[in-house]
Every structure is written in structure tokens, then in C-alpha cells.
């Protein structure tokens, strides 16, 4: 785990004893904010499936709520689905980087993208939804997933209300539950800051998110729902603008990977834990470029194939499945040479 100064107070916060254990054979499903982005691509490294914003990042309850929406029916969009702003058409629901100059390319780009997700969601065993901001913004009396850098004046900026934000957090459990019983939901809150023009309301707007989500949390009776202290953990524990990069705004690499291994720590066995870290010092014997490629080199790559080879059998995923046959391809010397004179592996 990454240091943190010994003066700084741990948060005592540890997996509810009904919540069932998270797995490394589970599929993930990330979708919020771009602190989502952070920890999707933290367990994509440790090897383990995960889809994260299928709409691009997206930031308040709301919009979160109809990402999900979108993505765990039957539908598809339609003409009525597309808005316009001079020679630009998008949708309330995606970020900018879905628009398209014209709606037929927009229409079919966001339908392709919406199937993909769909098929990729259809086995996911955990959904980790990220709240950023409950500051929304409407357009045409609609509250937009993003703003798809259309001037500022053409919008309505408020606050969602905390009624708004614990009703959007009882319609993504209502959501998932009806796509998957069985799937683990955990909610978090972004420590990511606002920037200006909301960097005043940052402590209103995320006061009003933990509200929110508390008053839904503690009316559900669903075991299989939780929540992690990611704002928690900067705020309180952390408490120190060195955790922060350059703008002010979003979490250094050390301190999102603090965050990071508590998550792993809160929610995974010792075991899956172990394996895990093993998993990382494998890939960094991978990694290590050798200078000699003797029997030696092809007898450690075999070592670790076998390796590979049994953690597979009981973690059986798709990245991990990936690792093993790139391992598999240096377990036997080079055989043939190319018109230089290198060694090509047949």
C-alpha cells in the first residue's frame, strides 16, 4: 500500500460483514465520473475485466442513472434522442466525445456503441457508480450529461436537490437489481474537485451528494449494496493539497493509489489479494528486458507459464487469459532467423 504520513488518521472503515466478497474473476462495471476512469484502469492493469463509462464520463445522479438506464434495456436511440446546436448533434446523455456534425452518423455511432455495452454488461457482477458534482446543467429544459462546449449561456446551472439525488440513487438499484439480482453495487463520491465556475460549491455540492446517498443507503434493505469512502479518505484522512496535482483538482497518481489498494483491501479476500499482488510481480519479470536470451531466460518464462498456468484455473479471465499466452510465446528458444540475422519466434 502507498504511504501515508503517520500523523494523518485512518478512517475505520471495513466491508460490511453482509456484503458479499468482491472476486477477481468478477466483471466490473464503472460509471461516473472520471475518478471512475482512475480506478477501472487500476483493476484493467491488475487483469481483471472491467467496462467503465460506456457514455463517456459523466458526472451527477442523474445523468448516471440514465447511462444505466440506456444501457440495461432493449432500446435504441431515435430521432427524438438528438439535439442540435448550430452544426453540432449529440444527445443529453453522452459526453462530448459521441457528437457527430450530422444526426444520421450520430444516430448510428451511439447505437453501435449502446449494443457493445450491452453485451459487455450482460455477465457484469459488480457496478461501482461514481457521484462527481451535483451541479447540473439543463439545455432545453433537459439536465445534460455533458456540455459539449456549447457557450455557457445557453444553459440553466442549478443544484440538484437532495430528494433529486436519492431518488436517482433508488432508480440505479432498481435498475440493476432488475438486469441482475445477484450483482454487487457499491457507491462512492469522487474526490476529484470542482473547477471554476463551481469551485465555491464543492463542499455544498458533494455535502449534498453523501446526503443523498445516505438517505438512500439506509432505506435500502438490499445487503448486496454498499458504499466506499473515496471522498472520505482525501478529505479526512489524507487532508493535504500535496495529494492533488497541479491543477488543484484531480488526485496525484500516489494518492489515487492509496485509494485504490483500501478498496482492494476493503472489499477483496487475503487470498484473491495474494494472488493478486503475485499476478503484478509476474508482469514486472515480463517487463524486465534481459540482454541474453539463454536456457536459463526460457526456463524461468516456463516457470512462470505453470505459474500462470494454475492461478488461470481458478481465476479464469479474459486479461489474465492474455498474459498467459504472451508468456507462453518465450518459453521456447528462437528458432529461426530473419534476413538480418534476428531471431523470429515461429
Not at 28 to 47: A, N
Not at 228 to 257: C, K, M, W
Request: hydrophobic letters at 35%.
Amino acid at each position: 500500500m502507498t504511504d501515508i504520513p503517520n500523523n494523518h488518521t485512518l478512517i475505520d472503515f471495513h466491508r460490511p460483514a453482509e456484503f458479499p466478497l468482491l472476486r477477481l474473476t468478477d466483471k466490473f462495471v464503472f460509471v461516473g465520473s472520471c475518478f471512475s476512469d482512475e480506478m477501472s484502469k487500476r483493476l484493467k492493469k491488475d487483469c481483471i475485466d472491467t467496462i467503465v463509462n460506456p457514455f463517456g464520463t459523466i458526472y451527477n445522479p442523474v445523468s448516471i442513472y440514465d447511462c444505466l438506464r440506456w444501457c440495461l434495456s432493449d432500446k435504441q436511440f431515435g430521432t427524438n434522442d438528438v439535439m442540435s446546436y448550430q452544426n453540432l448533434c449529440f444527445t443529453q446523455y453522452h459526453a462530448t466525445s459521441f457528437d457527430r456534425q450530422n444526426a444520421s452518423d450520430l444516430l448510428e455511432f451511439t447505437n453501435k456503441s449502446l449494443e457493445k455495452s450491452r453485451s459487455k454488461m450482460h455477465n457484469s457482477e459488480v457496478f461501482l457508480i461514481t457521484y462527481g458534482t451535483a451541479v447540473v446543467w439543463e439545455y432545453n429544459d433537459q439536465i445534460m450529461a455533458n456540455c459539449h462546449k456549447i457557450p455557457q449561456t445557453n444553459f440553466t446551472r442549478r443544484m440538484l436537490s437532495v430528494q433529486e439525488i436519492t431518488q436517482a440513487t433508488d432508480n440505479i438499484v432498481s435498475m440493476i437489481r432488475q438486469f441482475n439480482p445477484n450483482a454487487k453495487i457499491i457507491f462512492t463520491i469522487s474526490p476529484v474537485r470542482h473547477k471554476n465556475p463551481d469551485l465555491l460549491t464543492n463542499s455544498y455540492s458533494k455535502a449534498l451528494l453523501k446526503v443523498g446517498l445516505e438517505q438512500s443507503l439506509a432505506e435500502c434493505d438490499d445487503s448486496a449494496v454498499s458504499y466506499f469512502p473515496s471522498f472520505e479518505i482525501v478529505t479526512d484522512q489524507l487532508r493535504d493539497y500535496s495529494h492533488y496535482g497541479d491543477d488543484g483538482v484531480h488526485l496525484t497518481d500516489n494518492a489515487a493509489d492509496y485509494i485504490y489498494e483500501r478498496f482492494l483491501e476493503t472489499f477483496f479476500s487475503e487470498n484473491d489479494i495474494a494472488v493478486l499482488r503475485h499476478i503484478r510481480n509476474i508482469k514486472k519479470i515480463i517487463k524486465h528486458k534481459t540482454a541474453e536470451y539463454n536456457q536459463a531466460y526460457y526456463d524461468n518464462m516456463e516457470k512462470i507459464r505453470k505459474e500462470l498456468d494454475n492461478i488461470l484455473r481458478d481465476y479464469p479471465t479474459k486479461k489474465l487469459e492474455k498474459l498467459y499466452n504472451k508468456v507462453k510465446i518465450w518459453t521456447s528458444p528462437l528458432s529461426v532467423t530473419d534476413g538480418e540475422g534476428q531471431g523470429v519466434r515461429l
